[in-house]
């Protein structure tokens, strides 16, 4: 009896606390020249509150980010180098904060920086073609090591009303992104040998940028989708007259 009290005192406080958005640190107001400041420490106040999964809003625990396939072909012909990537999981993107917002609060747009200091991915891989005169056909396990992560967010909304509220619907979402320092390999392969091995290490080092690269534009899409995804569940539960006032 006891623990059902305590149980229900604690989703009470839960309720109440997410229903009123003091998730949000505080509201903004359209009037504050330093709106984008305020808006700032809001955005990282929801984030910090988010990583650990909001069910109220759908939304589950950030990490990790899985990613079913990537893939990149390096040269044409029947012995160009392709690689594809499954099950990518990623980690430390929860431990991304929020460096600086603009804002156009007329017509709803944001734009966001984020930093993340490290992420780490792992992933299985295959492989077909010749890298480095090395026939580099074979499967095996991807590791990669990401340094200093910094993204760009770029969102527009469109306001509606629901039940008297404003909110904001998600229109259109953007993303990009840079790593500093890349560290990244290939291992347990199979019907492989040292020499391949060697091979793919020193050239997906060597070239670790190019990589990413030519994995970019798949990478962008898969994380913009997932993302706006999560962006919308957000809008459609804390009503925007809950973070910015007139
Ligand atoms: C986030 O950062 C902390 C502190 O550096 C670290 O201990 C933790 O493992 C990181 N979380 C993830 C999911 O990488």
């Known amino acids: 009896m006891e623990t059902l009290k305590v149980v229900l005192i604690f989703v009470a406080v839960i309720t109440t606390s997410t229903s009123n958005t003091n998730i949000f640190g505080g509201r903004c107001s359209r009037e504050d020249p330093n709106v984008d400041e ?19 809003m759908g939304i ?10 990537l893939s990149i072909a390096l040269g044409s012909g029947p012995d160009g180098y392709r690689a594809t990537f499954k099950d990518i999981h990623a980690t430390g993107a929860s431990n991304m904060t929020i460096t600086n917002v603009r804002s156009d609060l007329e017509t709803h ?8 200091p490290h992420i780490s991915a792992r992933a299985r891989y295959r492989s077909s073609g010749i890298l480095l005169l090395v026939r580099a056909s074979g499967g095996g396990d991807y590791w990669g090591e990401y340094d200093g992560v910094k993204a760009k967010v770029y969102f527009r909304g469109e306001p ?30 199979q019907n ?3 020499v391949l091995e060697a091979a793919l290490n020193l050239f997906t080092n060597t070239n670790a940028q190019e990589l990413l690269k030519e994995m970019k534009p798949e990478l962008k899409r898969d994380l913009a989708e997932k993302m706006s995804r999560y962006l919308d ?11 910015i006032v007139d």
């Not at 569940?233 to 973070?243: K, T």
């Open 233 to 243: 569940h957000i809008l459609q539960h804390i009503p925007y007259d809950d973070w």
């Open 192 to 194: 492989s040998n040292a």
């Open 38 to 56: 305020c808006l700032l420490r809001s955005f990282n106040s929801l984030i910090d509150y988010l990583k650990r999964g909001a069910p109220e």
């Open 60 to 69: 589950e625990e950030s990490e990790p980010i899985v990613i079913d396939e």
């Open 160 to 189: 509606y009303q629901r039940n008297g509220r404003t909110f904001l619907r998600l229109k259109q979402l953007k993303l990009d992104f840079s790593v500093r320092d890349i560290q990244m390999g290939v291992e347990n392969l």
């Open 109 to 116: 747009q944001f734009q966001l920086t984020l930093f993340g």
